[in-house]
């Protein structure tokens, strides 16, 4: 969802986030397109020493789910993210993924409640899954059922902006 998949990056959440809370926080998008929690977790120590962040968002995993990787090896490498962050006193929150129904209601639900878990383990804050809306207008979604449009992009950047508001009265 952060990759801007399918449309400009200025049109992206994230760019809307980091133009709405400029100048006070900088806002950097280090996602990659197809990326999955496997790649983050090897990208992440050089990110954090590049740019020092106080707050990482971590939102990963949906790859992971798209291509049925096993629950225990996503979780892991989501944990291991969150004890990086914290090794460089960056404060990890967490963003929760869904996939399609499609793979099996066992490993949809088991893919949607390590986001929970995880959070709960680690007591790191958790911006729920609540693209629903999203996911369900024609408009908002891609052809591949799967990506947001660059019309559903100020709707993300509403949830998160809120979210962030709320959790770290930014």
Same mark, same amino acid.
């Given at each position: ?15 809307l ?12 998008n280090?996602? =990659? ?7 983050? !977790?090897?990208? !992440? ?11 990482v968002?971590?939102?990963? +995993?949906?790859?992971?789910g798209?291509?049925?990787?096993? !629950? ?7 944990e291991?993210? =969150? ?10 929150? !967490? ?9 099996? $209601?066992?490993?949809?639900? +088991?893919?949607a409640? =390590?986001y $929970?878990k995880?959070? $709960?383990?680690? +007591? ?9 809306? =999203? ?12 990506h947001?449009t ?11 902006q ?9």
């Amino acid at each position: 969802m952060s990759s801007s998949y399918g449309f400009e990056e200025q049109s992206g959440w994230v760019s809307l986030l980091a133009n709405h809370f400029r100048p006070n926080h900088e806002i950097i998008n280090a996602s =990659i397109s197809g990326d999955t929690t496997g790649n983050g !977790l090897f990208r !992440l120590p050089q990110l954090l020493n590049k740019f020092s962040p106080t707050h990482v968002l971590i939102e990963l +995993g949906a790859n992971d789910g798209l291509r049925g990787y096993p !629950l225990y090896l996503i979780e892991g490498n989501i944990e291991k993210m =969150i004890e990086i962050c914290r090794s460089k006193a960056a404060k990890p929150i !967490l963003f929760g993924m869904r996939i399609p129904g499609n793979y099996g $209601t066992r490993y949809t639900e +088991g893919f949607a409640n =390590i986001y $929970t878990k995880i959070a $709960t383990k680690k +007591g790191v804050d958790l911006l729920n899954f609540d693209f629903y809306e =999203i996911a369900t207008t024609q408009s908002l979604i891609q052809s591949d059922g799967l990506h947001p449009t660059a019309k559903a992009q100020p709707i993300i950047k509403e949830k998160v902006q809120q979210f962030l508001t709320t959790t770290l009265g930014f």
